[in-house]
């Protein structure tokens, strides 16, 4: 490709398209910034902005406050002993995995990690055991099954695994597994549990220490209102030392970050945004009252909701049987809903699907709420009519 004035027009800036949606897209409703954020992105947007300040340690930065925000107030927010942010909740495992963990040891996942869990194993070549769940419809963890997972990996290869891992909650059907319950199991081995918070930290309150987690991890642009990549991680002191090592030749830089992380735009976002985060993790019981109100909406259309029931966090998993059937006769088929629902100016049910979607209700608000189910409502009427 010759990169010539007509190649080079295809780039420079390109427009996002129309922003005013209700969005419902899990992905997304905790990451959108807010009004302090989106003028920090624009202020420190240039490339290593934070740099400036720095004596040799992002985390150490006095001006602007990095180093209160990371040192003091994250481990308060967290209740957490260390903090350190990352490039997002897969840098935060994977730094876990790889100093936790030598090659070929086996660490324990929840069957239903994400697969970002699954490659961080694989990239610090780490064999994973599986803890199994119930299936349809509940998808419940088997929690117990922890002891089973630690047991086989200790009669398999004669001893404990390094690490066990929860992901609260999944990010499939938004399933809170019994955490306390997980980490006494693991602690009973001497196998420190890591807490994925990546649909957690930033949308309800998340104590790492009641909880039991020696580990906790957070994904800043999926829900902390920050514009990634960053991720925030969790660590008790007993682990601080082996995580954060710091390198033999620079003395400073601590080598599973790299020496560095999030030197830019990207940490100023996630302080911008950090009152606003704290704040509405407090009022969490609302958000949790406004998806049990709007999946009994759904469920009165004979859309079924999967997973923890009444459930307990804004990231809810559907069948829809009543989707699937209008999709076989209407035109352009599965493509239906979508085109339905971006004609009614809503946004996040990925394209193509009928018959099991996921969506999220956080902060879309009871309002907004009630018009995307009396949406799903009218679009059900206009093709049974039809038919
Ligand atoms: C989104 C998600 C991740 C990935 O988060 P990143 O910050 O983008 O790495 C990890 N785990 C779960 C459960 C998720 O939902």
């Not at 100023?268 to 009022?283: E, L």
Request: proline share 4%.
């Amino acid at each position: 490709m010759v990169l010539d004035d007509s190649a080079l027009s295809k780039f420079g800036f390109i427009p996002r398209g129309p922003k005013d949606a209700i969005n419902i897209d899990p992905l997304q409703t905790g990451g959108i910034l807010t009004e302090e954020a989106r003028k920090s992105l624009v202020e420190w947007g240039d490339g290593y902005s934070v740099c400036d300040f720095c004596g040799g340690v992002l985390d150490l930065i006095k001006k602007p406050p990095i180093e209160e925000f990371i040192h003091n107030a994250l481990p308060e927010f967290l209740n957490t002993d260390v903090v350190r942010v990352t490039h997002g909740a897969r840098e935060s495992k994977f730094i876990v995995m790889h100093s936790m963990a030598q090659e070929g040891d086996y660490i324990i996942l929840d069957e239903l990690a994400h697969y970002s869990s699954y490659v961080a194993a694989q990239r610090a070549r780490l064999n994973v055991k599986k803890v199994p769940h119930s299936g349809a419809p509940e998808y419940k963890t088997d929690v117990e099954a922890y002891a089973t997972a630690i047991e086989e990996v200790i009669t398999e290869t004669g001893k404990a695994p390094a690490l066990a891992q929860i992901t609260y909650p999944d990010g499939n059907y938004g399933n809170l597994a019994d955490v306390q319950r997980i980490s006494k199991i693991c602690h009973d081995y001497d196998v420190p549990l890591m807490v994925n918070g990546a649909y957690s930290v930033g949308r309800m309150p998340i104590d790492a220490k009641k909880m039991g987690a020696d580990f906790i991890v957070g994904s800043g642009h999926k829900s902390m209102a920050s514009s990634g990549p960053i991720g925030v991680l969790g660590a008790k002191e007993d682990y601080a030392d082996i995580v954060f090592r710091k390198s033999p030749t620079h003395k400073v830089k601590e080598v599973e970050l790299l020496g560095c992380t999030a030197r830019g735009a990207t940490i100023m976002t996630m302080m911008a945004s950090f009152p606003d985060v704290v704040r509405r993790t407090r009022n969490w019981d609302n958000e949790v009252a406004d998806a049990r109100w709007f999946s009994s909406k759904l469920e009165d259309m004979g859309i079924i909701q999967m997973g923890d029931k009444p459930h307990n966090h804004d990231l809810m998993f559907f069948e829809a049987p009543v989707f699937y059937e209008i999709s076989q006769t209407a035109k352009k088929g599965r493509y239906f809903l979508y085109r339905e629902l971006k004609a009614k100016n809503i946004h996040g049910i990925k394209s193509g699907l009928t018959k099991y979607f996921k969506l999220s209700t956080f902060q879309v608000g009871r309002e907004n709420l009630q018009y995307v189910a009396d949406s799903f409502e009218e679009i059900i009427a206009k093709y049974q009519k039809a038919e």
